[in-house]
């Protein structure tokens, strides 16, 4: 299941050899050769149990064992032909209420019990419903119930209509439809589309979006795509040729295209279109083909500096973190958090502790929206949730030295549908060391210089044409970042070649007939913190100019213009954007924990690294979404943590945007954050931010959108959270001692002069670093690499041989993937 690696897993009682080693001999004893995995420990195990973790096989079979029990009297079949049908849609672990929690993590209470949410797909009175329930506790037992699962849905109901129960059956009827109009297609998009067979590479598709979805009424606008099989390019293949449908009934049979439309025009029936065509003033379009111009690799080229390899991070002595790979815990240089997956909405990282405090009880995304604006009837009223689909789902599995370096730890995904499903390595944990120091200093004596490595968590989800890479990142300090970089196939438009007809333009003419169709990528994510506790409250920090006057500065300067720092209070449950000029700090402090120096103990909330402030959605009121995403509205959320509001979101909102089963808006609703208005009110603080891009694409976005151009961050640093910079006790990094004479420079000290080494307490081993040569005296903190390193092709490149996916069960972003998901293989 896991990469060949040279960091195999030693012997114990090898281990302890190395351990005892390591504090008997003052310079390393072995060659990397002979010993190359040293100081990893053989077994490291969590001392809580991961309450987060998905439900195993075992947890999801009994689950299914009593779903399927005749007594439960559910009828629901293990092969549903469509929505119409009662089946077990997934199973997932329903997280535990952090109420419950909370005791258990502090050693006062047991575990909470497990309980599962189960997704069922029902028909009551010929209507077809989505449902959740949860069941539990597990293991089932006489105990076990079935309930409506409402309590974490603040529409108060536990259901969403299913809008497109026979969603196959609708695609079928599209390629048929496009298929009975081959003489049109033929003639304006030159081909013909191949119900008999969709994989079919000369054949059209169809993708089809829902415009108007009320009781009873349905109606989609559909359009042609070529196929793009080979570089799965679909998205970028679209064709000049729309009809609208209605399929309001639930008997195919009455199904009809209302209009169709090409080039600005529309044509009230299919008959319109050929008359039109037949006249010889008919404007033809030009056709948006497949060709090289998609293919994602360049093998052939080879300008200079090709026919080198580039540089690559290694890790010859071994991992630093510590992983207890069933438990799914992490620790490393002071932090400690727990791993956790879901179907819908990828990894989440759950009691993150740093040097034994608390900092954020979860992290996770919530929903992950790309919204489209245009002037053809597809583009002008596009918009994905992309949890729908099923992010957790596609987690592919990782490629060792190009998602990650070849010495990660990889970890699986598991998720339960019809049957459970496990996708190898589509989680990697690694360290890697910037490309610059994280810290130092020159003076006239002596230069500090330490290494700034990270800890990254890294999980890549496959929506359709999109491949989003997620980060959490630690540094060192305490900081935690947040980081999401997407690349893939952009989503384009028909771009006609005279060019948009409407007032507006959204995109750029990329290629013969496409345009690069402007959309905005709004992420969003729940980081739950507890500074030093629970008891949070939130600041704005201003940062102001200011004028005033000073009795020091008279007579001289009656007046004078300065900045002072101003403190406002985060009063109600409230949306912020990100300030301008960065004239405010967001901080979150403990109630009434402080530091050493009598100042509160705090974060910052602060965008990180990548294109700019991760921006929120610009479209005001978006029609399409109605209310299934308002927290995309602002750039970050502070709220009352409640056990009702697990998520910002729910996938189902995506089929039910008016009147979603969690409303974001319901939740932000101005309650007072101040424990002092409220008796009731412990102090615990959520905070909900986005991350995302205004994503403006243009020729560099084809083939792909490139990582570095949509990348963005959200960090979370320390603020008076420590007395002082925490990360010396743990970097890696060395003393110079200059001999200052002619001040900064690298002079030759005078014979026998050893210089200031900070040796306060110098034993001999300690002094290991100390090998000045006759110019400098040196001396390294943290450990060194003090002989060579060998190292194997597969510590540099690795062959791929262990890459365990065969196939991917990628989504085409139709709801048909989504609903009758990839587990009826
Ligand atoms: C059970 O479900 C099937 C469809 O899967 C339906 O045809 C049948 O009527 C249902 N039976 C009952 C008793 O509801
Ligand atoms: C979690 O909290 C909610 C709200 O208080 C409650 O309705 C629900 O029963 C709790 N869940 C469990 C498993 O105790
Ligand atoms: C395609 O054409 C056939 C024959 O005219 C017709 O029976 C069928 O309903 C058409 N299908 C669609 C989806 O338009
Ligand atoms: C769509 O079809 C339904 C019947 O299936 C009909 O009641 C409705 O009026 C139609 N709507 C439009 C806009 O054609
Ligand atoms: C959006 O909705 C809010 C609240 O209903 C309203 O105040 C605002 O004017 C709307 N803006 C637009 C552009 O529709
Ligand atoms: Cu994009």
Redesign the pocket.
Known sequence: MHYPQRLVAIVSSLAVFVTLALFLISSWPFSSQASPAPAKEATFTAAKTNLWVELTDSEATQVYSFLYDEARNLNLTKDPRNGYDNYVMYTEL?R??K??VLPYLSDEAAP??R?ARVALSQTVNGEAYIMYY?V??LPISDKTTMQPLD??YNAGRNWVKNPVPSFMEFQEWGLKLSANVSDITLQLLGAAANPADADDPEGLLVSTRPVWIEDGTIIHWMQLYRPGIKSNARSILPQGLYVKLNTSSTNSGEWKTLEWYYNGIFYETTDDLRAAIKQPDFELLPMNLDGPWTDMEDFEASPPGRELPPPVMVQPQGARYRLDKDARFVSWMGFEFYVSTSQSTGVSLFDIKFKGDSVIYELGMQEAMAHYAGDDPTQGGQEFLDTFFGMGKMMFELVPGYDCPAYADFLSMNYHETKSQTTPNSICIFEYTADHALQRHTSRLHLSISKSTNLIVRFVSTVGNYDYTIDYLFFLDGTIEVKVRASGFIFAAFYPPQGPKSEGRYGYRIHDAISSSMHDHVINFKADFDIAGVANDFQRLGIEPMTTSYSWDKPEVPQRNTMHLVEYPLEKESGIDWPKNSGQMYLIYHADKLNAWGERRGYRITPGTGMGSPPHLTILNSTTLGNAARWAEKDLWVLRR???EQKAADPLNFISPLDPIVDFAKMADRETLLTSEDKDYDGDLVVYFNLGAHHVAHTGDIPNTLMHTSASSVMFVPHNFNDRDPSRETVNGVRLNLDGKNGPGWIAPKSGETGDLRSRVVSEKEKRGDVGTSKTKIRYFGATYDEGVTLDKEALEPGLKGYDSRENRVSDLSWNAALFGPARD
């Open positions: 329903l535990p209420n109420t419950d909470p019990p309980y949860a539990g506790p309590y974490c409640k056990d009702t």
